[in-house]
C-alpha cells in the first residue's frame, strides 16, 4: 500500500517524516495524472499546488480551522488529504467526487465555491464570525492571482485589511495564469517581482544559508521576514498588500514544502490577516502539462500519459463560433471582441490571433466587462463579450443598467448553457434565458444547431440600438435541421397531419422537440414543430399558431420559472389564448454533477419522456379531462 493510500484525514501528515512527505507528494502527482488520463478534469491548477496544500494541512487543523478554495479548481489535493481517494474512479461522474469542493462529500469542505474571486468575502466573514463568538479557529483561504483580477476579491481586501482580530491567512498562488496567462497591471506588478532574477538569486542564496544550519528554520525565517520589505523595495518595489495594511509574507517557493511551512507559521503567529504569497507553476511535474502553452492542461479531457496528447474530440458549438467571428471580424472593422479571463475556452483565441487590437481580456471581471463593452459601443464599435452562461450571473446589473439602458449595441454571446452536467450547480448554464426576460429591449436567440448559430450571430451584431444574446450548449452540435416553412421570423421544422400539438423547442431543445414529433405522429397525433430562433421577444406568428392548436408543449434548457416557456404561457393568456399548455424544463434546483444526458433523463427532458406524457394529455384532452383554460405547468 503506497503512502496515498494510509492517508485518512490530515494529522496524519503530521506524522510523516521529510522523506515520507517528499514521496507522498510525488504519489499524488502520479495518481492525479492517471486519474484525469481516463475521466478528464483540472489537472494543471492541482499539479502546481501539492506541496502547498499539503503544508496547509500540517500547519492548520481542518475542519476546526477552515479552508477555503477560490474557484476550487486546485482542490482535488485537498480532496485527496481527506480521505476522498476512492471517489476519484468516477471523478467529476454521478457516483464520484465532483470537480470542486462540496459540502456533502466532506466535512473539510464549507463552500461549494466555484465562481471565481469570491474566496476572500466567504473567509472575512468566517473569520469575522469566529472572532465575535470568541472562538480560537484560523481561516485559510487560498486565492489565485488570476482571481485577484475580480473586482469582489478587492472590495473583500478592503475590508479585510481593517480586521485587525481576523484570524485569517491569505495564500495568494501566484503561478501567472487563469485558465492562460493572468493579464492586466496586477498581473505585471505580480509578474515583475515573480521574475526579477537579483530577487531570485538572494532568496535562493538565502534559503540554501538557512536550511544548512540545523534547528533554526523557524526562528531565521522569522528574521528574512523582518528584513524582506527592505530586500523588496531595493530589488522589485511593490507595497501592493502592505500599502492596504495588510502583512505580507513571502513570495515563497510553493514548491517548497518546507518553506511554505515555515511561512504559514510565522503568519499563524501574527494573530491578524496576513496575505503569504506563493509562487507555484501549473501543471507542476508533469512535463506534458508544463510544455502545454495553451493552458498548462488546465482542464484537459482524457489523453496518453505518455505523449500528453488528448483523446480525439468531435467539432464543438464553441468551434462553430470561434470560426464565424473571424469572418465576422473580417467583414466588420468595428467588431470587437471582449472575454473575461476565457481567451480559449469560449473560442475568442482565434479572432485574437488575427485580430489583435480588437481583442480584450479583462481578466475575471465579467461586470467591467459589461459595463467597458457599452461604453466601447457609446465610442461607435459592436463589441461581442464571450462568457460562458453561467458567469453572465454575475454581470446583470450591468447588462440591465448600462447596456440595456443605455440602448447600446453589444452582442453577448454564451456558450456552455442549459444543462453542462460535469462540473455541478454552479456551472449549469440554466439561468440566463430567465434573468434575461426582464431586461427592456433586449433580444435573444437561441440556435438549434451549427448553421443558425452562425445566422443568428451574423443578425445579432446587426443590431445597434440593444443588447443581443445568442446562446448554445456544451458539446457538439446536432446535424443542421432544415426547416420546412416560416411563421414570422420562426421556423417550422415539422407540420405533419391535423394541427393537434404545437410544440415549441427553443434553442438546443429543437432536436427533441423533432425526435418528439416523429414519435407522436406514429401515434397518429397531428404535430406543427416550431424553433423561434429568437427566444425574445416572443413571435405574434407563435401565438397565431397557438391558437389554431389543442394543445401547446414548450420545452427548453433552462430552468423552468420565469424562462422562455413561462413568457410564451404569458403572452398567450394575454392574448387572450387559452390553450392548455405544457411548460417542460429545468426544475428549479442545483443539480449534482453527472453527465447531461443522465441529468436530462433524470428531469424528464427526452424525447420518449416528453412524448409519453403528450400522449397521456391529448388523451385527457378528448375525453375532457384536461381543461382548456389552464395555464397549469408540467
Not at 153 to 171: C, D, G, K, M
Not at 250 to 261: F, L, N, Q, T, Y
Not at 442 to 450: E, I, K, N, V
Request: glycine share 10%.
Amino acid at each position: 500500500m503506497g503512502l496515498l493510500e494510509s492517508i485518512a484525514g490530515p494529522r496524519d501528515l503530521r506524522d510523516l517524516s521529510d522523506d515520507q512527505l517528499t514521496a507522498l507528494a510525488a504519489e499524488i502527482r502520479d495518481f492525479l495524472v492517471e486519474t484525469c488520463s481516463r475521466t478528464g478534469g483540472h489537472l494543471g491548477p492541482n499539479l502546481g499546488v501539492v506541496e502547498l496544500t499539503m503544508a496547509i494541512h500540517r500547519v492548520f487543523d481542518s475542519p476546526r480551522d477552515r479552508v477555503v478554495f477560490d474557484t476550487g479548481h486546485q482542490a482535488y489535493v485537498h480532496k485527496l488529504l481527506t480521505a476522498r481517494m476512492p471517489g476519484f474512479a468516477k471523478l467529476r461522474q454521478e457516483g464520484g467526487v465532483s470537480g470542486y469542493p462540496s459540502q456533502v462529500e466532506s466535512e473539510h469542505d464549507i463552500v461549494e465555491n466555484s465562481h471565481a474571486s469570491t474566496a476572500l468575502s466567504y473567509a472575512d466573514g468566517l473569520a469575522k464570525a469566529y472572532a465575535i463568538r470568541g472562538e480560537d479557529r484560523y481561516v485559510v483561504a487560498i486565492t489565485g492571482d488570476g482571481a485577484l483580477t475580480g473586482g469582489m476579491a478587492w472590495e473583500a481586501l478592503n475590508n479585510i485589511a481593517i480586521a485587525q482580530t481576523s484570524r485569517l491567512v491569505i495564500v495568494v498562488n501566484d503561478n501567472g495564469r487563469s485558465y492562460t496567462p493572468t493579464i492586466g497591471g496586477l498581473a505585471t506588478a505580480l509578474n515583475t517581482l515573480r521574475t526579477n532574477p537579483r530577487y531570485e538569486q538572494i532568496l535562493d542564496l538565502v534559503k540554501k544559508r538557512l536550511t544548512s544550519v540545523k534547528g533554526v528554520g523557524p526562528a531565521a525565517y522569522d528574521a528574512l521576514h523582518a528584513m524582506k520589505k527592505g530586500l523588496k523595495d531595493a530589488l522589485a518595489p511593490q507595497g501592493l498588500f502592505e500599502d492596504l495594511g495588510l502583512k505580507y509574507v513571502g513570495p515563497v517557493d510553493g514548491h517548497d514544502r518546507a518553506a511554505m511551512e515555515q511561512a504559514l507559521t510565522q503568519a499563524k503567529r501574527f494573530g491578524g490577516p496576513v496575505i503569504v504569497h506563493a509562487l507555484t507553476r501549473k501543471g507542476f511535474g508533469y512535463d506534458a502539462a508544463e510544455r502545454h502553452q495553451a493552458d498548462q492542461f488546465h482542464s484537459p479531457g482524457p489523453f496518453d500519459v505518455d505523449t500528453g496528447e488528448e483523446n480525439p474530440k468531435s467539432r464543438i458549438w464553441t468551434d462553430v463560433f470561434a470560426d464565424e467571428i473571424v469572418h465576422i471580424g473580417q467583414r466588420r472593422k468595428d467588431v470587437v471582441a471582449i472575454t473575461a479571463a476565457m481567451m480559449h475556452p469560449v473560442g475568442l483565441d482565434q479572432f485574437q490571433a488575427r485580430f489583435p487590437e480588437r481583442t480584450i481580456d479583462v481578466g475575471i471581471a465579467e461586470q467591467h466587462a459589461a459595463t467597458s463593452a457599452a461604453g466601447l459601443a457609446l465610442g461607435g464599435l459592436h463589441p461581442v463579450v464571450a462568457l460562458y452562461a453561467t458567469f453572465l450571473n454575475r454581470a446583470f446589473d450591468q447588462v440591465l443598467m448600462d447596456v440595456a439602458l443605455h440602448k447600446c449595441g453589444v452582442t453577448f454571446v454564451l456558450d456552455r448553457s442549459g444543462v453542462t452536467g460535469d462540473d455541478g450547480a454552479s456551472h449549469n448554464g440554466m439561468w440566463d434565458m430567465s434573468i434575461l426576460q426582464v431586461v427592456p429591449g433586449l433580444r435573444l436567440a437561441a440556435p438549434r444547431d451549427g448553421a443558425r448559430l452562425r445566422e443568428l450571430l451574423n443578425e445579432a451584431v446587426e443590431v445597434d440600438d440593444a443588447p443581443t444574446v445568442v446562446r448554445f450548449p456544451k458539446g457538439p452540435p446536432p446535424e443542421d435541421i432544415s426547416a420546412v416553412g416560416k411563421a414570422g421570423g420562426a421556423d417550422i421544422l415539422v407540420r405533419n397531419g391535423t394541427k393537434d400539438v404545437l410544440v415549441v423547442g427553443f434553442g438546443s431543445m429543437a432536436e427533441v422537440a423533432v425526435d418528439v414529433a416523429q414519435r407522436l405522429v406514429a401515434q397518429g397525433i397531428g404535430v406543427t414543430v416550431v424553433d423561434p430562433r429568437w427566444v425574445k421577444p416572443v413571435d405574434p406568428a407563435i401565438v397565431e399558431l397557438a391558437r389554431e392548436h389543442r394543445l401547446v408543449v414548450s420545452i427548453e434548457d433552462n430552468g423552468r420559472i420565469g424562462g422562455c416557456g413561462a413568457v410564451l404561457l404569458q403572452t398567450l393568456n394575454d392574448a387572450g389564448v387559452h390553450t392548455p399548455f405544457r411548460l417542460h424544463g429545468i426544475p428549479q434546483e442545483f443539480l449534482g454533477h453527472a453527465k447531461r444526458a443522465a441529468i436530462l433523463e433524470r428531469i424528464g427532458l427526452t424525447p420518449q419522456s416528453l412524448a409519453l406524457g403528450i400522449v397521456e394529455d391529448m388523451t385527457s384532452l378528448a375525453e375532457g379531462r384536461l381543461a382548456v383554460d389552464v395555464d397549469h405547468q408540467v
